[in-house]
């Protein structure tokens, strides 16, 4: 029955007719197909361009002075400008040596992967310079050795004889006294990930900074003795005085960085900026930089925020906020001077917006956004100007996120999205080996977020590329410019 109605369509007088528009039907199709295509790739494409036309206007701000370091570094060699006219310190050949000592300890883990006769890793220098060959022998790579993870276990028998894991594990602890004079407080919150924990507490730790760990109090009894062990073995490093079971949007994330903001200013009068991370990120900057660019903000805080209408409905199911303070939503990570801090823990107007928040969803994204943001209360550090990110007068430079979203400040400019070639979860760009290019060149200080786990040569190139880094910083060999840092919209329009 099926060919007779095939063979009365086709030999109907009218299946010309049809055939013809069925035909442009289907190219009608095939074209919108393209143009939606072609559409995506070039949102991805502009995401890419704004970044590189604005968030690195002026790229490099790190410049070499040597092809030798260049190619040390995985960097293209680029002839100071104007404005960088010394190195970053005078040349330390000492200081260099030793951190290049522990660049070797760092490198020597009984958990790398096993190399068959006449293999050899793939080249972290090589990757960061984009080279695609390179980057398709990394993941090869990475498909055929298995990464052991080290267990919290091994890390509790390591802490046994502190002076050794110190020693064995690399740890810088040595400084200049440039940045010896400007120590920065960390709060790190934590669930799982020993390891990568460990490893990104390594790439940030001087002993003169400060470093307060946040373990959920869920967390396995092991994790939370092996971060306890490895505090205990170094000088500024310790657990939270106070512990919360830690759940997603709810006041418990938000109540978790207080404890830890409480327990740094207890513990120091002396540090100048404070900064919270996860254990899943990791620096963009070495220490001396971070130094260098928190001087040129010249205590503004970094603290992204939005007017979105469309946030607004988290605050739906509350009273008015106190104070005339105008709500905003924003990342939760900042950067914020220690004037900022002392304000969140002591200032009236901060405790009373503190409870309002506590009956909001995701508190943690407004509470620190709002204070920023509401000139009239006068928080040290907070910003005068428009309040929204922008890619070009407000850069969001306290994390390199990636999210796979549609978020544009007010000039039409994806913020937050850029292209991944690792993977996403939750829409979140997990950094890979093919991401490395980018993440040795952006001007955040940090990045979120990397797995030990997922190409897991990501990691431990980035860990090469920031010891590289300071080495040559060391050597006298990188110069710095600041100057995109020190003429931002926040420093120019900050609250005294």
């Known amino acids: 029955m099926l060919r007779r109605w095939v063979r009365q369509v086709l030999c109907w007088r009218g299946s ?46 790190v410049a070499v002075n040597s092809s030798l370091s260049a190619k040390h570094l995985g960097l293209r060699l680029t002839p100071p400008r104007d404005v960088i006219t010394t190195p970053l310190i005078q040349p330390r050949p000492k200081m260099a ?21 006449g293999e050899r890793t793939p080249s972290c220098q090589k990757l960061i310079l984009g080279e695609e060959e390179e980057q398709q022998r990394g993941l090869a790579f990475i498909e055929t050795h298995e990464r052991l993870e080290k267990p919290p276990s091994a890390y509790i028998e390591d802490t046994r004889n502190c002076s050794r894991f110190i020693r ?104 100048k900026y404070y ?82 928040v506590r009956y909001t969803d995701m508190p943690d994204e407004t509470y620190f956004p709002s204070l920023n943001h509401n000139p009239h209360l006068k928080v040290p550090g907070s910003y005068k100007g428009p309040p929204d990110t922008n890619a070009l007068t407000k850069p969001y430079l306290a994390r390199y996120v990636n999210w796979n979203t549609n978020w544009k400040d007010g000039d039409g400019r994806y913020i937050f999205r850029f292209p991944c070639y690792g993977k ?10 093919r991401d490395l290019p980018s993440l040795t060149s952006r001007k955040e200080l940090f990045v979120n977020k990397l797995y030990a786990d997922y190409e897991s040569l990501t990691f431990s190139c980035m860990e090469q590329w920031l010891l590289n880094m300071t080495v040559a910083e060391y050597a006298g060999e990188v110069h710095f410019n600041t100057t995109f840092y020190a003429s931002l919209d926040i420093v120019r329009n900050k609250v005294a």
Request: charged share 20%.
């Open 168 to 271: 064995d594990r690399g740890y810088v602890m040595t400084a200049t006294a440039e940045e010896r004079e400007f120590p920065i407080a960390y709060s790190i919150m934590m669930y799982t990930g020993v390891e990568q924990t460990e490893r990104m507490l390594r790439a940030i730790y001087r002993p003169h900074n400060y470093h307060c760990i946040h373990v959920d109090r869920k967390s396995p009894e092991e994790i939370m003795a092996a971060m306890r062990t490895i505090a205990g073995c170094l000088p500024n490093v310790f657990v939270a005085s106070k512990l919360n079971a830690v759940y997603w949007a709810t006041w418990s994330s938000l109540e978790a960085l207080i404890f830890c903001m409480q327990d740094l200013m207890a513990v120091s009068g002396a540090w």
């Open 16 to 61: 010309r007719l049809l055939r013809q528009r069925l035909f442009l039907a289907g190219l009608f199709l095939f074209t919108l197909l393209v143009i939606v295509a072609r559409l995506e790739a070039e949102a991805d494409l502009w995401a890419l361009e704004s970044n590189t036309l604005v968030l690195q206007a002026g790229f490099p701000a």
């Open 97 to 117: 040596a030793y951190v290049a000592a522990q660049k070797q300890k760092w490198l020597k883990t009984y958990y790398a992967p096993a190399l068959r006769q």
């Open 275 to 356: 900064i919270n991370l996860t254990g899943q990120e990791f620096p963009l900057k070495t220490n001396l930089q971070l130094v260098r660019i928190l001087k040129a903000l010249n205590g503004s805080n970094i603290v992204d925020a939005s007017t979105d209408p469309t946030r607004t409905r988290r605050w739906y199911n509350n009273f008015g906020p106190p104070h005339g303070i105008v709500p905003y939503k924003g990342m939760v990570f900042v950067m914020a001077c220690r004037g900022f801090v002392d304000y969140v823990l002591h200032n009236q107007v901060a405790h009373d917006f503190l409870q309002w």
């Open 424 to 433: 996403r979860v939750r829409n979140i760009c997990i950094y890979g080996v």
